[in-house]
C-alpha cells in the first residue's frame, strides 16, 4: 500500500505541475484533462481515477498556487524582524510571487471561472494563510504600541464581522484596527494586480518596484496613524 500511495501521490503531483504549465499558456477556461492525459501518456480514463473533473483539477490548483504564495510569504516574515520590517517583507515576496506566477495569481485574484465554485473546506484554510500571518503581523505592532488602536465606531452592518475576524485571527484590538487591516489586505492584493494585470499602462511607471514599495511604505505609515 506504500508503494502504491507513493505512485499516486507523484502521479497527482505530475498532474499539478502539467496543470499549472496548462495554466500559463491556455488559461484557466482552456484547462482540459485531456491533454493532461497525452501529457503524462495515459488515457483519459486513467487521469480520471486521481482527478474525476475540470474543477477537481481547479480546486488542486488553487490549493497548490495558495500554499505556495503563502509558504513565500511566510519565509520572508522572519522571526527576528519588527512587524514593520515582516510586513515590508511580506509584502515584497508576494509581489515577487505573483511577478513569477501571473497565471497563478490571476486564479486566485482574477475573475471567477465561470461554473466553477471553489469548495470551502478545501480551500477557505490554505487561503487564508496570507490573511492571518498580516494580521498577525499587525497584532504585533498594535502589542508594541506602534499600530494605534482608536476607539471609534464602524457601520453598524459590519460590528459582527470585524468581530468575527478579530476572533478568528486574535487580534487584539477594536474595529478600527480591524478594519485597518482589511485596508492593508486590499492595498496589497490590489498593488500587485494592477503590475501583474498590466493596469498601469506599459509606459507609465518605468521602476514598477519603486512605485510598489511606495505604496508598502505608505501602507505602514497608515498603520501608524490614529
Request: hydrophobic residues 45%; glycine residues 8%.
Given at each position: ?121 478545501k480551500t477557505v484554510g490554505p487561503g487564508t494563510r496570507v ?5 498577525a503581523t499587525v497584532s504585533a505592532g498594535v502589542a508594541a ?74 501602507m505602514i505609515d497608515f498603520l501608524r496613524q490614529n
Open positions: 500500500m506504500g508503494k502504491r500511495q507513493e505512485s499516486r501521490d507523484r502521479i497527482e503531483r505530475r498532474i499539478v505541475e502539467l496543470g499549472r504549465r496548462a495554466l500559463a499558456t491556455e488559461g484557466a477556461g482552456g484547462l482540459s484533462l485531456r491533454a493532461i492525459a497525452r501529457e503524462l501518456g495515459m488515457v483519459s480514463s486513467a487521469v480520471y481515477r486521481y482527478v474525476r473533473n475540470r474543477d477537481e483539477l481547479l480546486t488542486l490548483l488553487l490549493v497548490d498556487a495558495y500554499t505556495d504564495l503563502a509558504d513565500s510569504v511566510e519565509a520572508a516574515r522572519g522571526a527576528t524582524q519588527s512587524w514593520d520590517q515582516q510586513l515590508a517583507a511580506m509584502a515584497g515576496a508576494a509581489r515577487r510571487w505573483a511577478r513569477a506566477e501571473p497565471a497563478s495569481w490571476a486564479l486566485l485574484y482574477g475573475s471567477p471561472v465561470p461554473g466553477y465554485h471553489a469548495p470551502q473546506e490573511v492571518g500571518m498580516l494580521f504600541g506602534e499600530v494605534p488602536d482608536p476607539p471609534g465606531a464602524v457601520a453598524q452592518a459590519l460590528t459582527a464581522d470585524l468581530a468575527a475576524l478579530r476572533a478568528e485571527y486574535d487580534l487584539p484590538a477594536g474595529d478600527i484596527a480591524a478594519a485597518k487591516c482589511l485596508v492593508v489586505w486590499s492595498t496589497l492584493i490590489g498593488a500587485i494586480s494592477l503590475e501583474v494585470f498590466g493596469q498601469y499602462g506599459a509606459d507609465t511607471f518605468g521602476d514598477p518596484a519603486a512605485v510598489f514599495d511606495t505604496q508598502t511604505a505608505l
